[in-house]
């Protein structure tokens, strides 16, 4: 997942891997999804009032996060075809999907940690803390 978090139901999640499975039908590959339905979706009626309960049941989503592996294939695939396989399921799925492969840099949010850059320089604030004024005040009426 590319853009920001969102929910993916199961059945959206089904037919990505479908699609990744018939583009590589006929070649070898282990196929992983990294990502399960296991959040229940519960609606009730559009013109129901308030309370009454939670709803009828409507179907399974999972969340997915930034930055979060939804399928990985292992095998030897040419990475053109790989790339092929993973577009196909992306346009059919909700969100914007990146492909990323094994030695690639780590992720963290939406920025790639690489370049000798460190997790505590991407926590530290990006511009320099200013001192508050009123803190020097203060200490000036103290020490006089």
Not at 103 to 132: A, F, H, Q, Y
Request: hydrophobic residues 35%; charged residues 30%.
């Amino acid at each position: 997942m590319k853009d920001h978090d969102r929910r993916v139901s199961a059945a959206q999640l089904s037919i990505g891997a479908e699609t990744i499975k018939k583009r590589l039908r006929g070649l070898k590959y282990r196929f992983y999804t990294r990502v399960c339905a296991n959040i229940g979706v519960y609606t009730s009626g559009n013109e129901m009032r308030m309370g009454k309960g939670k709803g009828s049941f409507d179907y399974w989503a999972s969340r997915v996060a930034v930055s979060k592996i939804l399928f990985e294939i292992k095998g030897e695939l040419h990475e053109r075809v790989v790339r092929d396989a993973f577009r196909l399921a992306a346009s059919k799925m909700p969100g914007q999907y990146e492909f990323v492969r094994r030695g690639d840099p780590p992720v963290m949010g939406i920025t790639k940690v690489s370049n000798g850059l460190t997790m505590e320089e991407l926590r530290r604030p990006r511009v320099p803390l200013i001192p508050d004024p009123s803190s020097h005040r203060l200490e000036a009426t103290l020490s006089s």
